[in-house]
Structures are given as structure tokens and as C-alpha cells.
């Protein structure tokens, strides 16, 4: 087929070169050659200017044929070429029609013709280039978009022109105005729909894609779906099983996937495609390199669901962020638990001992003491009862930083609580060993309920349990006090809340005013 | 006495060796560390062995541990243990699986005259439980009817008696006669259901076990 376009190209070039005398515009030149075609042949000129304007459709049927048998890069150059080709006889029709329509001179034809040439050497430049090679697709697109529209556009100026030069009369500025406004209201949803069908009728895959995509966002706004599912719509979409999203963190320099797993993109046989909102990067798509063939494809579909992946990213984003600050909680809880065991064994077997020891240096001085120095026997035993004391004084401080007893189980450590308490406390705790750090969260959740009670409830009675049900520790503090506590106000049941929330537990607390307060929590044993 | 003494703090140690050499004991051995503990008392077998429950390397529980491995091993060796803060479990256990065996935190050492009662009653195979360990057993929360139809004076009694405290000691602790002592004992086992005769320990072990199954 290229074949038969060449040489019908260069039979006619020569026919035309060798004539008697040369086409309008260039009717007064004379032929420059020495060779002239003999008159006889003067016949042929229809049938070979019908040979060329059939060769230029050959050469976009030929290019069309090779388009169809090439891939990747090869494809989009062809394309190209293509492009070129088909826009030559379609100009030139396009021309001749316009000419036989609006009786335009043959004049207009030389800027055309050249801006034709030039579009072709154009193509040709980008497709062995490569160039811009990408963007083929979006020029074929708006080629055609904007061709369509042009003719659907002058196509509605001359009907109106023409239906109201009926009414008002013909050549009327009014008959103008008219249809101009009628093609300047038109043009908007005219632009939209013929976009619309464009894409339906050459690009289906891209009309499907977009709506699937805005469809998707919609069902995100109701709330029907989640905005993390857009990962999955964008393969599906873009036909790419393997194509993953990944968000990146807000004010972070990492991705993640859907669900919050950090993780690092790599292209792993694919290529990554950086998504952007408003100049900042929201996203990677990990996708095959296929769809490079289709940028504006990728590039359009990408920008349709950007909105969901700004929302999945900062969804994400605040999520991790929430589980940060709770595993931060729970490590300060921890280390706070921690510092009370160090600090009571310091006290214990630090300052304790060295108390003691102190005490037994003065009872044996007491003791060598001979008889008659009955002075110094009983300012010695003030000495040590002194010594007792402060003893005493270390061990309910150590004991109120961290109850020894705790070594023993949640339920020893209870009782001695109770014991305690300025109050009667009917205990009934759990036995069972449980791990370390929730036997001394629940203690202290129990004892700063407790306090709370004989501080500001003005109980006569309290009620103290601690049973494990389900894998679950169930606590209560119950007290027939006034009511009316809340977290809000003291520092004491929010501190409870923190141990509870550090435990991913739950508190409840029911303190209507004059009805007593109780007190309920519930710590997960297994982790 | 022959003593054997296991204390990781030096100050504190020597001060023990001293109350007791003071007293006329004889202190064979002085270690730091319960492993050393073992090795001395099989060496010297000595009749009491004056242990602190945290020691090197652990400061958990190892003299806990190597006072029930000499009571089980070494059955002519009695163990005082001495604790820095009140641990109930294996002081129970281990006072009433038999004789020989105390439980006292470090500070009564400051009561001398009780501390060296102590020593002597458990290196006699008598028992000795630390008075707080005891007020965990009598807590009046944690009282059941029966205790509860004690009066003061009885339940100060039966406390003593579960320290491991003879009717003697009791009467000399509380100021009064011997036969007074008797008839509160009498009244508390009358009142408790329980039916006594004789060894002292014996008793100490029927009250701690009728304490503990009223709960702790």
C-alpha cells in the first residue's frame, strides 16, 4: 500500500511537473523544464489527481496497518506518523469542502498546505526523537475533540444564523448576535459531551476508568465505601492486577500501604508513578510498564481518585499516628511501673538496711554498756525507737510507691489494701497469676479508685473485685459515697483512664450525684 | 549455739554476728550469697542459719529458696529468715511444713531481746513467724465468724500463738500469769473448734492452717 501511494505520488508529481501549465495559484508560471508532456495526455489530469488524493488515504491505511502490527515505543511512534498522515487528507477535504461551502479562494490553500507539511515533519521529528513521545494520545484526543466540536459549533452558527435571518431578515446584525449566543451558551456542555463521546467512541478503556473512578469517590463521600479501597479501584481500573498504591505519610518521608505497614516502594518488575495533589506528593503507584504506553490514561484516572488517596493518606496517617501516641502511653505507664519496683527495692534494700544496721550498732553499744551508766540506756532505746520509726516511714513509702506483696499476686496485694483502707472494703479478688505489668495496673487502678472513695466520696462502705472472665480482668470499685465524679474533676480518675487506655482497657464510671460512685474496668489478659 | 549467717549487706551482717557473738553464739560463717549459703552449712552443719531472702545475683527470693533446700537436706540446721518487706506465701508454707523454721523482718532485729528468743526457739525446732505476717491472718477484714467472737485480749493471744510463741513467752510478752495464758487458749481453741495438747509446734501449725483456710 505505501508502495502504490509513493508511486502514484511521484507519477502525479511529474504529471504535474511536466504540464503544459502549472495549477492556480502558480498559473503564471511557466514550466521551467525543458520536457513537456504532449497535449494528448491532457486527459489524464482528472483520473491522476483522483490517483494522488486516493494514495493520501493509502498512506493512512498503511500507517493504520503498521500501527496495528508494532508494540511499545515502536507503537507510539507509529502513532505519530499516523496522526500526520491522517491529518493530510482529512485537511485537504476538509479544505475543498470549505472552499465549495463559503467560496473561499484557492489563495487560502498555501498557508494551510504548508502548516501541513510542517505538522507532518513535526510528527515525524517526535517519533524518531522520542520526544514527547507520550503525549500522542493526548493530541489525537484533543485533535479530535476540538475538530468535532469546530464543525458541531459552526455546523449550530449557521442553522441559527440561517433559521433567524428567516424571522428578522436576512443579513440582520441581530441574526449574528443570536447565534453567536447560542454557540457561546452551547459551547460549554457541547465541549463536555463531545469530550465525553470521544473518549466513549476512541478510548473506551479511559471513559470506563474515569467513571469507575468517580463513581468510586461518590460511594467514598456517602460513606459507602472506604476511601483505602482506592488502591484496589486503581487496579482494577487501569487493568493491572499488580499495581499497588502506596500513601505517603503526611510530614514523613515514607509510604505506607492501606493498612499502615510501612513500607519501602520498589518497582519489583513494574515502575513506580509518583501521584501529586496541588504540587505535593500524595502517593506511589507501583504498576506495570505497560501502562506507560497510556500516560494520559494513567495521568487521568490518577488525577480522578486523587481526592480519595489525599483522604486514605491523612486517614492513614492519623491512625498510626493514634497508635503512636497510645504505645507511647502505655511505654510511659510501663516505665512508671517499672521506676516504682527500682524505687521501692532501693528504699528496701538500700536505706532500709542501712537503717537497720545503724539501729543494731546502737543496741549492741546499748547492751556493752556497764551498769552504772544508767543515762545512757534509755537515750540509746529513744535512739533506736527513733530508728524504728523512720524505718516505719520508709516502709509505707516504699510500700505506697510499689506494694511488695505484688510479688505475691494481685489478690495478696488487695488484701493488704483493704486492710488499709480507713473503711470497710469487701474484697473478692482473683487468685490466678496473671502477668506482671496487669497485676500492678490493676492494683493502682483499684487503689486510685479506692483513694478516690475515702478522699472525696465520703463512703461509709466499699465493694472491691477483681475477677478474671474471658480473658478478661474484670475490675470494680464500687462505694456508697456522694457521686459525681468524673475525670474532669482531679487528676485521680484521669490518671485512671491513662492506666486503663495504657492496658487497652476500658473504663466505665457511673457516679450519678448521691448515689454512690462505681467504678469498672477492663484489662485484656492475653497480648 | 553454732550460727551460720548469709547477708549480702556487709554493714548489716556484721551487725547480726555481733548481736549474736554478744549473746555467747558462736558464728562459724559469715557468707554473702546463697550458693555460699549451701556450701557452708554442709561444711560446718551448723544448729541455725541466719539468712536474708534477696541476695546476689538475683535479689529475688534465693534465701527463701536455700532455707527450704537446708530444712529438706540438712535437718539438724534451723533457718531464720530475714526479709527487708512482708512476703506471705513461702513464709507459710515453710513454717508450717515443720519445725525449725522462722520468718521475721529485718527491723525486729532492733527488738534484741525478742530477735535472740526467736533464734533460739527455732534452732530448737520450734517456729517463729513475723508478727505482721500474723496480722495478715487475724486482719479483722479478712476475719471469719469464728474469729470474730474473740475478744481483744484472745485475739492478741492466738496472734502470739501463730508467731510460734510458747504459753510462757505469751504470758511474759503480755504481762500476765501463766495460768491466765492458759485459760485464754483454752477459750480460743474452745471457740475455734480446735483440740490441742502439747508441742508447741504443733499448735502453731494447727492455728496458721485453720488462719489460712479462713483466708488470707
Known amino acids: ?527 | 549455739m553454732r550460727i551460720v549467717i548469709a547477708e549480702d549487706a556487709v554493714l548489716l551482717r556484721e551487725g547480726l554476728a555481733g548481736l549474736l557473738e554478744d549473746d555467747g553464739h558462736d558464728v562459724v560463717a559469715r557468707v554473702g550469697d546463697a550458693e555460699a549459703l549451701v556450701a557452708v552449712v554442709e561444711e560446718h552443719e551448723p544448729d541455725l542459719a541466719v539468712v536474708d531472702v534477696r541476695m546476689p545475683p538475683d535479689y529475688s527470693d534465693e534465701g527463701m529458696r536455700a532455707a527450704a533446700t537446708i530444712r529438706r537436706e540438712y535437718p539438724g540446721t534451723a533457718v531464720l529468715v530475714l526479709s527487708q518487706h512482708v512476703e506471705t506465701r513461702h513464709a507459710l508454707e515453710l513454717v508450717s511444713s515443720g519445725g525449725g523454721f522462722g520468718y521475721l523482718l529485718k527491723h525486729r532485729v532492733l527488738d534484741v531481746d525478742d530477735f535472740l528468743d526467736a533464734a533460739r526457739r527455732v534452732s530448737d525446732g520450734g517456729s517463729a513467724l513475723d508478727p505482721e505476717v500474723v496480722a495478715t491472718l487475724v486482719a479483722p477484714r479478712s476475719r471469719q465468724e469464728a474469729l470474730a467472737e474473740l475478744t481483744p485480749r484472745e485475739l492478741e493471744v492466738l496472734g502470739l500463738m501463730a508467731e510460734g510463741l510458747s504459753n510462757a513467752a505469751i504470758a511474759k510478752r503480755l504481762w500476765l500469769t501463766a495460768r491466765t495464758v492458759e485459760t485464754h487458749v483454752r477459750s480460743i481453741l474452745g471457740k475455734l473448734d480446735l483440740s490441742l495438747s502439747g508441742d508447741d509446734h504443733r499448735r502453731v501449725r494447727a492455728v496458721l492452717a485453720y488462719l489460712q483456710a479462713s483466708g488470707v
Open chain 1, 1 to 527: 500500500m505505501a508502495f502504490f501511494a509513493a508511486v502514484s505520488m511521484v507519477v502525479l508529481m511529474f504529471f504535474l511537473l511536466l504540464a503544459d501549465r502549472l495549477e492556480a495559484p502558480f498559473s503564471d508560471v511557466s514550466n521551467p523544464f525543458p520536457l513537456r508532456l504532449p497535449a494528448a495526455v491532457g486527459f489524464l489530469r482528472g483520473p491522476v489527481w483522483l490517483a494522488m488524493f486516493a494514495s493520501l488515504f493509502v498512506g493512512v491505511a498503511a500507517a493504520r496497518t503498521r500501527y496495528r502490527r508494532s508494540r511499545g515505543v515502536e507503537r507510539l511512534q507509529m502513532l505519530w506518523l499516523g496522526y500526520a498522515v491522517t491529518l493530510v487528507p482529512l485537511g485537504v477535504v476538509g479544505f475543498l469542502l470549505g472552499g465549495a461551502l463559503f467560496g473561499a479562494g484557492n489563495d487560502a490553500v498555501v498557508p494551510f498546505l504548508l502548516a501541513m507539511e510542517a505538522a507532518v515533519a513535526l510528527a515525524v521529528g517526535v517519533a524518531v526523537t522520542r520526544y514527547q513521545l507520550y503525549e500522542i494520545d493526548w493530541l489525537i484526543n484533543r485533535t479530535l475533540v476540538y475538530g468535532v466540536l469546530s464543525a458541531s459549533l459552526g455546523l449550530l452558527y449557521g442553522v441559527v444564523s440561517l433559521a433567524s435571518g428567516v424571522v428578522v431578515g436576512r443579513g440582520s446584525t441581530w441574526a449574528t448576535a443570536l447565534a453567536v449566543l447560542v454557540v457561546a451558551v452551547a459551547f460549554r456542555p457541547l465541549q463536555g459531551r463531545t469530550q465525553a463521546g470521544v473518549d466513549w467512541r476512541f478510548d473506551r478503556r479511559r471513559y470506563e476508568g474515569l467513571r469507575r473512578v468517580r463513581v468510586f469517590v461518590e460511594e467514598v463521600r456517602d460513606g459507602r465505601r472506604e476511601p483505602e479501597d482506592v488502591g484496589a479501584v486503581l487496579a482494577s481500573v487501569l487493568r493491572d492486577p499488580s499495581a499497588e498504591l502506596f500513601f505517603r505519610l503526611p510530614a514523613t518521608d515514607s509510604y505506607t500501604d492501606r493498612f499502615g505497614v510501612v513500607a519501602e516502594p520498589i518497582g519489583a518488575g513494574g515502575t513506580l508513578t509518583r501521584i501529586e495533589r496541588r504540587g505535593q506528593e500524595i502517593g506511589l503507584l507501583r504498576h506495570s510498564r505497560v501502562l506507560l504506553e497510556r500516560p494520559d490514561l494513567l495521568r487521568s484516572v490518577l488525577a480522578a481518585a486523587s481526592l480519595a488517596i489525599e483522604i486514605s493518606r491523612l486517614r492513614v496517617g492519623v491512625r498510626l499516628q493514634l497508635a503512636e501516641v497510645e504505645q507511647s502511653r502505655a511505654r510511659v505507664v510501663q516505665a512508671g511501673y517499672e521506676e516504682r519496683l527500682r524505687l521501692e527495692r532501693d528504699l528496701h534494700d538500700g536505706a532500709q538496711q542501712r537503717l537497720v544496721a545503724l539501729g543494731i550498732v546502737l543496741r549492741r553499744l546499748q547492751r556493752s554498756l556497764p551498769r552504772e551508766a544508767k543515762l545512757l540506756g534509755p537515750a540509746l532505746d529513744s535512739a533506736v525507737d527513733e530508728v524504728g520509726r523512720v524505718i516505719d516511714d520508709l516502709r509505707t513509702i516504699a510500700a505506697g510507691v510499689r506494694p511488695p506483696r505484688l510479688d505475691e499476686g494481685l489478690a495478696a496485694a488487695l488484701a493488704d489494701l483493704a486492710r488499709g483502707s480507713p473503711i470497710p472494703v469487701e474484697l473478692e479478688a482473683t487468685t490466678d497469676r496473671l502477668p506482671d505489668q496487669l497485676e500492678a495496673a490493676a492494683y493502682f487502678v483499684v487503689c486510685e479508685a479506692v483513694t478516690n472513695s475515702v478522699k472525696h466520696g465520703a463512703a461509709s462502705r466499699l465493694r472491691v473485685e477483681a475477677k478474671l472472665m474471658n480473658q478478661t480482668l474484670r475490675l470494680l470499685v464500687a462505694d456508697d459515697g456522694v457521686g459525681g465524679a468524673s475525670p474532669s474533676n482531679g487528676t485521680g480518675l484521669l490518671g485512671l483512664t491513662d492506666r486503663v487506655r495504657a492496658q487497652g482497657g476500658t473504663l466505665r464510671i457511673v457516679s450519678p450525684p448521691g448515689r454512690g460512685t462505681r467504678i469498672e474496668a477492663e484489662l485484656p489478659c492475653g497480648s
